[in-house]
């Protein structure tokens, strides 16, 4: 320890900070009074104040960033510079190929096609891969943003075999490590013609996916198998999670297949056939409008429904009282319901009612009670005479639509 | 119409214990709706006595091919091949379930039947269609998601998948099961040709649920708007609005599906 301590003279210090003005007396508390401050021990002392004020940047988005190692000037230079360009990735020479095959329902790519680019990006990435999308057209930025290096355009054909005879010819071109289709109705199909067609190794129905591994379940169940990769995969809805870092660039393709020759036409898929709500089952329809015993004026019921082009359901009440068929019960011991949409006319939502509403996304309640289950159930919720509402409703429709509808 | 039903050896996802695959029973139901007239149950495998409750459901002959499990693929279509099914000719149809129910439940057996016997195969079919179709063809119904229908004409004969939301659905008798007759057959078939890729590397383990991914989008996005006592009209509008922005209701200047 040294022997002598320097005592601090705070009113000296304090004098040092003096800042000349105009009346009052102010004093700079940040200033350094001393050139170096030393402290009694004879350590130079920190000054916390001046290394933040040394350290602070702006940072890309405009907000206060405090960079520590020292690279301040670099720091800001990037982070100008990458404010202007948007910067893609690019996968020039890749070492292999891993060819994805969306569904592409309407032309986009949906929920579980993002989720197979973002499998195929794990895949890919273990390596120096690159992704080749293979299916009808679709604007390329979209792709890029979800993972995608390569596209190859498909023609869309109604006859399955022939759309596996193409793939076949793109397989025989890119050699790819290995092809990931979504197991979904229209892709599980075509992956299992694809191998029962190539006699390549499929994986279908993964729920874990990484570099070395896929995981898919077996024995009705209640087994999983886990294992290495396989040529061909599908992946199971909702369990690998999309691509979410950066865009990647859609360079040309280096190769391209030979076009096979027409396949003999042995069957035809002819446009999907939506069925008629009003007659279709009550478990798979997509828009359900069900009366409870707030409902007494049925014929407007009805005639809101067939307004509405939606599918009728019930509650047991009203089924029991004969109001409406005993097919149409929603709940525990009706119909357990699948809909995308479900308007509940006069209906208390009962527990046994709300289980047969499992799966439904989005419900509309019409009720006189604020405090039913259903109204707090519901998105959107009508305090209001269902009898009162259901043939305003009708006119609307009417007005609208004219004589469109059937 | 002749008519074969693939057979499986099924087991009950909940107890485990041996039970019919669901899509098999309603490929039962299917043959009968698509007219045929003649059926015969085919397994490659020993016989079971699970395989007699298919006998419940209408299929009162059932042909097991003992030896043919190293490669059932094979052993199949040899059998329906073969001519030895029927007494007048080879089948017109072959009928799987969709899925498997307690082996490795790919779903790819009738597939690689249908290419070994170069036939055209129709997938997840769940009723005929009453429609005029050419001869030697066929018009069937191949489900999709909420109840939708795609039509699929196919050339006789194919094979067909049966998924199990399918609601042919034969009604079950005892009586019948009692007297179904099942026939075992020693079959040799040439060691399977494994397929490239999957080898035995893998392993089988008991399953583990695991959460799947949260949707993001689907909660309910009306973010729970509420009216109190409001005007009938406003009320209305304020239905149809919603309902459009959900999107099951079209907009009034598209024209609607007639
Ligand atoms: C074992 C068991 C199984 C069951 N299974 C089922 C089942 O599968 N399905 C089922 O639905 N039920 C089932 N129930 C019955 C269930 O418990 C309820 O009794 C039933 O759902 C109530 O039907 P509700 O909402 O139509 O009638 P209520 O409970 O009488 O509710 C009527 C609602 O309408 C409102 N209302 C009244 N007047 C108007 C008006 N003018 N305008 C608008 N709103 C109005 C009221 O505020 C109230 O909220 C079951 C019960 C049991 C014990
Ligand atoms: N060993 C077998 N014998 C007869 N049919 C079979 C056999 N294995 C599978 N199948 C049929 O193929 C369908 C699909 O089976 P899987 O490919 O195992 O999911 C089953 O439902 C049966 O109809």
């Known amino acids: 320890m040294n022997a002598i301590r320097l005592r601090r003279d705070p009113r000296a210090e304090r004098a040092a900070r003096l800042v000349p003005g105009n009346g009052r007396l102010r004093y700079d508390m940040s200033a350094t009074p001393y050139e170096r401050m030393t402290s009694p021990s004879g350590r130079l002392r920190r000054d916390p104040r001046a290394e933040r004020q040394r350290l602070l940047t702006t940072g890309r988005d405009g907000r206060a960033r405090l960079v520590r190692s020292g690279l301040v000037g670099q720091m800001t230079g990037i982070s100008t510079a990458s404010a202007r360009t948007v910067k893609k990735i690019r996968v020039e020479k890749p070492e292999f190929f891993i060819v994805v095959v969306p569904d592409l329902p309407d032309g986009r790519l949906d929920r579980a096609d993002r989720q197979l680019l973002g499998a195929a990006r794990k895949l890919a990435d273990g390596g120096e891969g690159a992704i080749v999308v293979v299916g009808a057209a679709v604007d390329a930025p979209s792709l890029g943003q979800a993972g995608a290096d390569r596209i190859l355009p498909l023609a869309d054909g109604s006859d399955p075999d022939a759309r596996v005879a193409e793939l076949v010819a793109v397989m025989e071109a890119l050699s790819p490590r290995h092809v990931l289709i979504p197991e979904s109705e229209e892709g599980a199909d075509l992956a299992r013609r694809l191998a029962a067609r190539t006699r390549l190794g499929l994986l279908p129905g993964i729920e874990v996916l990484g570099p070395k591994q896929a995981i898919r379940p077996c024995g009705a169940g209640r087994q999983e198998w886990a294992g290495g990769l396989a040529p061909l995969m599908t992946l199971a809805p909702d369990r690998v999670p999309a691509w979410q870092g950066e865009e990647h660039e859609i360079l040309p393709l280096e190769k391209t297949p030979v076009p096979s020759g027409p396949v003999q036409a042995r069957m035809r898929v002819g446009a999907i056939r939506s069925p008629d709500p009003a007659t279709m089952n009550l478990g798979d329809a997509p828009f359900v409008v069900a009366a409870g015993r707030g409902v007494t004026d049925f014929e407007s019921f009805r005639a809101t429904v067939k307004a509405l082009h939606a599918t009728p359901g019930a509650s047991r009440v009203v089924c029991d009282n004969g109001d409406m068929p005993r097919a149409t019960q929603v709940g525990a011991s009706g119909t357990i319901l699948d809909a995308l949409c479900y308007v509940a006319m006069g209906i208390a939502g009962a527990p046994q009612h709300l289980q047969g509403l499992g799966r439904v996304e989005h419900v509309v309640a019409v009720n006189t009670d604020l405090h039913a289950a259903m109204v707090s159930r519901a998105g959107l919720a009508i305090i209001a005479d269902a009898q009162a509402v259901m043939p305003v409703l009708c006119e609307i429709l009417a007005a609208e639509y004219g004589e469109k509808r059937p | ?258």
């Open chain 2, 1 to 258: 119409m002749k008519a074969v039903i693939l057979l499986s050896l099924g087991i009950d996802p909940v107890s485990g214990r041996p039970a019919p695959v669901p899509g098999e029973i309603r490929a039962i139901g299917l043959a009968r709706a698509l007219g045929a007239t003649q059926m015969i149950g085919l397994h490659a495998g020993s016989a079971r006595s699970v395989l007699a409750e298919y006998g419940g459901y209408g299929l009162t002959q059932i042909v097991c091919l003992k030896g043919g499990e190293t490669d059932p693929v094979q052993a199949l279509a040899d059998a329906v091949k073969g001519n030895s099914l029927f007494a007048d000719g080879a089948p017109d149809l072959v009928l799987a379930a969709s899925r498997g129910r307690g082996g490795s439940d790919m779903g790819l057996l009738p597939y690689q039947l249908a290419q070994a016997l170069g036939w055209p195969i129709a997938t997840d079919i769940v009723a005929p269609l009453e429609e005029p179709t050419a001869v030697g063809e066929l018009l069937l119904a191949q489900s999709r998601a909420r109840g939708a229908v795609k039509p699929v004409s196919v050339m006789l004969p194919c094979v067909i998948t049966v998924p199990d939301t399918a609601r042919c659905v034969p009604a079950f008798v005892f009586a019948l099961q009692r007297t179904t007759q099942m026939d075992e057959q020693t079959v040799t078939v040439h060691s399977a040709p494994t397929d490239e890729g999957v080898g035995d590397n893998g392993m089988l383990r008991p399953y583990r649920r695991r959460p799947k991914l949260i949707s993001g989008a689907s909660k309910d996005s009306g973010g729970g708007q509420l009216m109190v006592d409001p005007e009938p009209h406003e009320a209305a509008r304020a239905i149809v609005t919603h309902l459009r922005a959900l999107g099951v209701l079209p907009d009034p200047d598209q024209a609607p599906e007639a």
